[in-house]
């Protein structure tokens, strides 16, 4: 199927930013061949890292996780570090926590930064107490690792 030409620019990416309103982001979802699976028209809410972080509390109250993408900053010790995406309303204390997702694991050097991109669109995650990304030491269990993440979540 061609691909009409005023959504050519559709064809390269997922996500694009919506000027609808300041934080917000509509999501074009696109196929292999780039073809459109449809648009959600309505707007979702951006959570950025204004700086190096250990977790955040994208939303605090029952809600739905669409991407989580960042990077662990090279200053990092190296290690294997996990991204958690948390059920929760607040952050948890270490040890036992609710994931929305297994833990994604992220192979550390210092020196280089360490991307991760988690796309749950079209349909995303539904969360019931909230929204929260930590990065941690241990997999199942939270082992909160330090201001070293650096993120953006969409969610609703």
């Known amino acids: 199927m061609a691909i009409p030409a005023n959504r050519k620019a559709r064809e390269l990416a997922k996500f694009t930013e919506a000027s609808s309103s300041a934080g917000q982001t509509a999501v074009v979802v696109v196929n292999a061949d780039g073809t459109d699976v449809g648009v959600d028209s309505a707007p979702y809410s951006v959570d950025r890292s204004g700086a190096l972080e250990a977790s955040t509390i994208s939303k605090a109250s029952t809600g739905r996780v669409y991407k989580v993408s960042g990077r662990i900053d090279q200053s990092a010790a190296s290690d294997e570090y996990f991204i958690q995406l948390l059920d929760s309303a607040s952050l948890p204390a270490d040890g036992a926590v609710v994931t929305l997702i297994a833990p994604v694991l992220v192979d550390h050097v210092t020196g280089t930064h360490s991307y991760f991109d988690i796309d749950l669109a079209p349909s995303g995650v539904a969360s019931t107490a909230g929204i929260v990304l930590t990065v941690s030491t241990t997999e199942f269990t939270k ?14």
């Open 143 to 156: 082992t909160i690792a330090g201001s070293i993440l650096a993120t953006t979540v969409l969610y609703k």
